[in-house]
């Protein structure tokens, strides 16, 4: 089992900077991608960022890339979300999420692919 609790979100002015964190527990953790989403008010959730177990490749929204930068520490059980020039439409609440399954190497984008959850945090950019 995983446990996920996200941390870092806040009420923000456009062009701002936050740091998303995710602390997990679970043996299995640092074997599993781990991915955020963001489910903007009124919308479905949707894929902002991923990053595999192995060698920390990343995988980014269109919406995000160049913005957003995930990473990870696994020696501490944590991954990151740093988010740069925030935009009103970053607004939204951000869930952190590791992958149903052990040692994926391919992209996982899909919120189906993924089976922990966080509570989620939310982020609010105000224009």
């Known amino acids: 089992q995983v446990q996920l609790v996200e941390s870092g979100g806040g009420l923000v002015q456009a062009g701002d900077s936050l740091r998303l964190s995710c602390t997990a527990s679970?043996?299995?953790?640092?074997?599993?991608?781990v991915g955020w989403f963001r489910q903007p008010p009124g919308k479905e959730r949707e894929f902002v960022a991923a990053?595999?177990?192995?060698?920390?490749?990343?995988y980014y929204a269109d919406s995000v890339k160049g913005r957003f930068t995930i990473s990870r520490d696994n020696a501490k059980n944590l991954v990151y979300l740093q988010m740069n020039s925030l935009k009103p439409e970053d607004t939204a609440v951000y869930y952190c999420?590791?992958?149903?399954?052990?040692?994926?190497?391919?992209?996982?984008?899909?919120?189906?692919?993924?089976?922990?959850w966080g509570q989620g945090t939310q982020v609010t950019v105000s224009s």
């Open positions: 999420a590791a992958a149903e399954s052990l040692g994926v190497v391919v992209p996982l984008t899909s919120e189906y692919n993924y089976a922990y």
């Open positions: 679970g043996r299995t953790f640092n074997r599993r991608t």
């Open positions: 990053i595999n177990w192995s060698r920390g490749t990343t």
